[in-house]
């Protein structure tokens, strides 16, 4: 319950609906870029990145769907200049989106960011090359299924076990990928002068709240809302738009999470210090 109401009061505080359109906002600009690369990157071990993408219809809306389906339906012949443009222009973007993602970081744990700009800088392209490729590997080892093994046992030796224990894990693996990115983000960008820093609740709860928030959010969509009315042709767009938004603050929110946990922990411990001084000065 403490939690709870120490994330409503940081909301605001914090202005974390703010910082999560402004992610939303890079998140889009960094995704169509990223989809032309990954079409090519898969188009290489002849895997197709629509199925990927259908294999996410549980989490992302509908209409959202039909737009990322039909862009890559369009890339599907892409040129190796127009290739190294999309990753050039997801570098830039993507980095740009880290670095609110940095600041928001750093907000959540009631700091300024202490270091010059051209270190943030190559901060934030060095961990946009890391979530680059923790997002690739989980985006990718989902549509690695058992054709896929079988095609490597014609080269490697893999008794059928192998090739069934990989088909029935492959998502939880492309889950720890993700938490134990999150818990990097969560231990390196902050600087604290506690002993013991929380990094796995505020991962675990990022993963998880996503996934759930995806899911309701997906079915409400698909089912309640419809966009379209509103925002007419945009109304897909804008519902993308809202994903990606639930995608920033949830991380964010790990962010917090973890900070309030390492502030009443440490609180306790200063307690606890205090009165073991208490008792031997009076034993004295």
Avoid at 47 to 56: A, H, V
Avoid at 89 to 117: C, E, G, K, P
Avoid at 143 to 164: A, H, R, W
Avoid at 214 to 232: C, D, E, K, R, T
């Amino acid at each position: 319950m403490y939690i709870l109401k120490e994330l409503i009061r940081r909301y605001e505080r914090h202005r974390i609906q703010l910082i999560s359109g402004t992610l939303a906002f890079f998140f889009l600009l960094a995704l169509f870029p990223l989809l032309i690369f990954l079409n090519a990157l898969l188009g290489t071990f002849d895997l197709q990145l629509l199925d990927l993408i259908q294999s996410l219809e549980d989490l992302i809306p509908q209409s959202a769907l039909d737009i990322l389906s039909g862009y890559v339906t369009s890339i599907s012949s892409t040129s190796t200049g127009l290739i190294s443009f999309s990753l050039l222009a997801t570098l830039y973007s993507a980095s740009i989106a880290v670095t609110s993602l940095i600041h928001s970081i750093h907000t959540a744990y009631n700091q300024s960011s202490h270091r010059h700009f051209v270190i943030t800088k190559l901060w934030s392209i060095l961990f946009t090359l890391i979530i680059g490729v923790a997002l690739g590997s989980s985006l990718i080892l989902p549509i690695l299924g058992k054709n896929f093994l079988t095609f490597v046992s014609t080269y490697i030796p893999l008794n059928d076990g192998i090739i069934e224990l990989w088909t029935n894990l492959r998502w939880l693996l492309t889950a720890a990928i993700i938490t134990a990115t999150l818990a990097l983000l969560y231990k390196v960008i902050p600087y604290t002068p506690y002993k013991k820093q929380s990094v796995w609740p505020g991962a675990i709860f990022s993963l998880i709240g996503w996934m759930v928030v995806s899911l309701l959010f997906s079915m409400y969509v698909n089912n309640y809302a419809n966009y379209s009315i509103v925002y007419g042709p945009l109304g897909a767009v804008i519902a993308l738009m809202m994903w990606l938004f639930f995608t920033g603050m949830i991380i964010i929110l790990g962010a917090e999470i973890n900070n309030i946990l390492d502030e009443r922990r440490n609180k306790k411990e200063s307690i606890y210090v205090k009165v073991s001084d208490d008792v031997i000065e009076d034993e004295d």
